[in-house]
């Protein structure tokens, strides 16, 4: 695997069910990010972790919980979701203080019914 | 708070041709810009990094140019293919925090 990896690609979920996301980077990346991207909206920062600490949490509704268990790993779990949270959920990496190039997963397409 | 907007939201040219796509910011203040191409339903993929000390960078048919105290950026692309039909983005990475800051994008279309 090389990148980065996102699972699942597509995810239909009930206002009810809880769900996580999974991002994985094979680039020995320091950062690792959330973001959302809705339809005819620029893309929204979520969240940035940095060494495994969050550094921003751009006042995500907390029925989005980040997880970041090591440097390579990112999830985000997801419950009591609206049908506004419908979206493309990308996930990315960098290395902050190296080149900084954002390098995006494939993202996630979530329908909330 | 920083704004990015582009300019124009949709494009639709000949194959052949040689085309210019501009990015807008509000604040200066940025330690770089990058532009993306995104195909529908799938990522982003990076195609050029300008650091904020640098004028320009160029990759193949791509050359980007930076004017930070005007706060512009155009990415040029050279002779169009339909393989270059896509979404275009920039973003700046802002001095404070760790945030990239995108704009809407344009949607470029190349036809055969």
């Known amino acids: 695997e090389t990148g980065v990896t996102q699972t699942p690609r597509h995810l239909v979920m009930g206002m009810t069910n809880k769900k996580s996301l999974k991002c994985e980077q094979h680039l020995g990346h320091n950062a690792m990010y959330w973001y959302k991207q809705s339809a005819k909206k620029p893309l929204e920062l979520m969240f940035v972790y940095n060494f495994k600490e969050q550094t921003e949490n751009n006042s995500v509704p907390s029925r989005f919980s980040p997880e970041c268990p090591n440097s390579s790993h990112l999830f985000l779990h997801l419950h009591t979701l609206q049908p506004e949270d419908s979206a493309l959920y990308l996930c990315?990496?960098?290395?902050?203080?190296?080149?900084?190039?954002?390098?995006f997963g494939a993202g996630s397409r979530l329908t909330v019914l | 708070k920083q704004e990015v907007t582009q300019i124009p939201a949709a494009l639709s040219v000949p194959e052949g041709e040689n085309l210019v796509l501009n990015c807008s910011f509000t604040d200066s203040a940025i330690y770089n810009l990058q532009w993306f191409r995104q195909d529908p339903g799938k990522g982003l993929t990076s195609l050029l990094l300008?650091?904020?000390?640098?004028r320009e960078q160029t990759s193949g048919r791509l050359n980007a140019s930076l004017d930070k105290s005007s706060g512009r950026s155009t990415l040029y692309i050279a002779a169009s293919q339909p393989g270059d039909s896509a979404t275009y983005l920039c973003a700046v990475r802002e001095l404070s925090g760790q945030n990239f800051v995108f704009g809407p994008g344009t949607r470029l279309s190349v036809l055969p």
């Open positions: 300008i650091q904020s000390s640098q």
């Open positions: 990315a990496s960098s290395q902050v203080g190296g080149t900084d190039v954002l390098t």
